[in-house]
């Protein structure tokens, strides 16, 4: 008996922008930061520091002042095309990820309307009208819960080819005052995904989401942490500490899931592409991970990290990353053909998520 071919979701395409505005530890020299209402009286030197022996973050990127995350967004995404290879106008959907819009330098206002997929398909000057764009909005996970969406888009036979973006200028919404403010970063990456038929699992094997909306307060926009401050502005705020512990008992949950829907074992996967937020808590999530499954030790070259020189751009970490693994600029990294990886996030809602993918 012949065997059926089946669809699958395939990376064809990948691209990134990276600002060039390089961001130190002291930058934030001269800044002033509070906690609880209260102005911290320890040196700034001490503060950086610490800040970096915990995050591992020495470094973030800024985007340029006369830049939007759109036009970020869009330098990535013409680079994906041009990776992959393909027309343009026969990309069907465009799914951009990310939860702030168009903020412009030292507004502090969101541009959600029109979406932002929109204005990079209009940027991109893609006239086919059955190229549909829109936006997610999803914490950081939103770039995997776009992958997702794709998968759906393309497993139905609708779309050949789907363009998701992870982007972000969170340079813009952050607070000053707040310590926490020094893990943030801007960066935009874009993956193109099309449909392939094959008679063996290739692409996209599983996936699974989790929300757990109790725990949303976690990660929330508020007030500066300067009382003094009465601009009216608000920014992004996190309970670092209860993050940290809600990921590392969760997430490794949801990843184990969805490489226990793919039928394959955990030692079978070769690269793990985890959004970069913290350095030590990415780490804790992988021990727990391999705990889960019986296993002490997580092995060498598993994950690979840019948070040190890159900082946190939310929705564009892994697809950044994968960009960059790709084009081999991350050192020890590579992709290798038929070698399995898992995406995986979490992030504002709470929301978590991970994606099991064969190269």
């Known amino acids: 008996m012949c065997k059926m071919n089946n669809i699958y979701s395939v990376i064809t395409g990948t691209g990134s922008y990276i600002p060039d505005n390089i961001i130190s530890g002291e930058h934030f020299l001269g800044a002033s930061f509070f906690d609880n209402g ?23 990127r800024y985007a340029d ?13 013409k680079r994906a095309i041009e990776a992959a290879q393909i027309d343009k106008e026969t990309l069907d959907h465009i799914i951009f990820c990310h939860n702030f819009g168009d903020v412009k330098a030292g507004s502090n206002r969101m541009d959600m309307l029109p979406a932002l997929a929109a204005k990079v398909k209009h940027e991109l000057g893609i006239e086919n009208p059955n190229c549909v764009a829109y936006d ?21 036979g609708d779309a050949k080819k789907v363009m998701v973006i992870g982007s972000e200028t969170l340079s813009r919404i952050i ?4 310590r926490d403010s020094m893990i943030f970063s801007d960066g935009a990456a874009a993956v193109i995904f099309e449909a392939k038929e094959s008679a063996v699992p290739v692409g ?22 300067n009382p003094d401050e009465n601009t009216g502005n608000t920014y992004l705020k996190m309970n670092g500490r209860k993050l940290y512990e809600f990921a590392v008992i ?26 970069q937020a913290n350095g030590k808590m990415d780490n804790a999530i992988m021990k727990r991970l391999f705990k889960l499954y019986g296993l002490d030790e997580v092995p060498e070259k598993l994950v690979p990290m840019t948070i040190s020189w890159l900082g946190n751009s939310s929705v564009a970490t892994i697809p950044t990353l994968i960009d960059l ?20 996030s979490v992030g504002a809602g709470m929301h978590i998520n991970a994606v099991v993918y064969q190269f």
């Open 175 to 178: 607070d000053p005052h707040d």
């Open 65 to 77: 002042s006369d830049l939007l995350n759109s036009n970020i967004a869009a330098i990535a995404a």
């Open 250 to 275: 969760n997430v490794p949950q949801v990843v184990k899931s969805a490489i226990d829907k793919s039928g394959i074992p955990l030692t079978a996967i070769k690269t793990v592409f985890i959004h």
């Open 325 to 344: 693994v790709i084009n081999g600029r991350v050192e020890g990294y590579q992709v290798v053909k038929g070698e399995y990886a898992v995406f995986a």
């Open 38 to 60: 209260i102005k911290l009286e320890k040196e700034n030197t001490e503060i950086i520091h610490k800040f970096s022996e915990i995050t591992e973050i020495v470094e973030r």
């Open 136 to 156: 997610i909005i999803f914490g950081c996970p939103g770039w995997v819960q776009g992958v997702i969406q794709a998968d759906y888009l393309l497993k139905s």
């Open 204 to 225: 996209i094997i599983a996936h699974k989401s989790q929300t757990f909306a109790n725990h949303a307060c976690l990660l929330t926009m508020g007030s500066s942490n």
